[in-house]
């Protein structure tokens, strides 16, 4: 797949999400996830950043993951396969709950850290962690954890910014050299960083794309 453009990949990402996709499982605790299955790709985020709302938008359904309206909602890990029949999906996403919700108690933190870094440790499917950033707050400090938890699990892992359309044109290339700059020390993340709106969509076909270049290098 040396030789496929940006443009080939545009159009694989694009017909990898036009297929079926379905909610398949939740976990509370990472003594039960589902059985290792095709290449996973997992959300991850402060509460609020939008991982829902990207994922509906990834795969064009309004609804399959739950949109908060307070923050804190998804509290479990949700699965979806992508692609059918079962026993045959192409991929599958990871909704993960979000950090850094003021109002949770330190049994809830203790616990939703525990689901984390039973799920990051030795998830052999698990492809890549897509860190959502907010694009008007940049990188903060329990974004910065989030790294070195997924650098010491040896996770790849990658920066998509999100809200895009929250930022005035002029203020874009800005918060891409911030976002950039945090990953300058950490070489295990990679280094592209897409940015998105699951509002107006931008962004959400390069990010497709950039799932079917990875899914093109896992098979090759
Ligand atoms: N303007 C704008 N708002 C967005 C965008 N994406 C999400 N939102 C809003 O941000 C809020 C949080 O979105 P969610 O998708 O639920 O965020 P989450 O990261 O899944 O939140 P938790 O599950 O609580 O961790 C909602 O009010 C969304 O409507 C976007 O691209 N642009
Ligand atoms: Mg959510």
Known sequence: ????????????????????CEFIFASVRGSDLPPIGPHEIAFAGRSNVGKSSLLNALTGRKTLARVSHTPGRTQQLNFFAIGAPPGQERLRLVDMPGYGYAAVGKEKIADWSRLIEDFLRGRASLARVFVLIDSRRGVKDLDEKMFDLL????????????KRDELKISERGGALEAARAALARRPAAFPRIVSTSAQTAEGV?????????LLAERNA
């Open 1 to 20: 797949m040396d030789d496929a453009s940006e443009e080939d990949f545009i159009e694989s990402g694009r017909l990898l999400f036009a297929g079926p």
């Open 151 to 162: 650098d010491r699990a040896a996770v790849s892992y990658q920066i998509v910014l999100t």
């Open 205 to 213: 076909a390069e990010l497709r794309a950039e799932v079917a270049r």
